[in-house]
């Protein structure tokens, strides 16, 4: 997961990648966002035999990254 910001609206709450060999990838812009104050239940997804997809949910939000 990366948490980015902040931003004026709170942290973006989103998944992201680092391989062994350095590749790297992540959602750019928009996702869930956290914001201050509040507590959120939260979730990791990502089954490498499947489809390889990475995918965040924070409270009833969710972002998916191929």
Not at 43 to 60: A, M, R
Request: hydrophobic share 25%.
């Amino acid at each position: 997961m990366s948490i980015g910001g902040p931003t004026r609206i709170g942290h973006y709450f989103n998944p992201a990648y680092t391989t062994s060999t350095g590749e790297r990838g992540r959602i750019k812009k928009g996702g869930p966002i956290i914001a201050p104050g509040n507590n959120y239940e939260w979730s990791l997804q990502y089954d490498p035999g499947g489809d390889g997809n990475k995918k965040v949910t924070l409270g009833k939000d969710s972002v998916t990254l191929p």
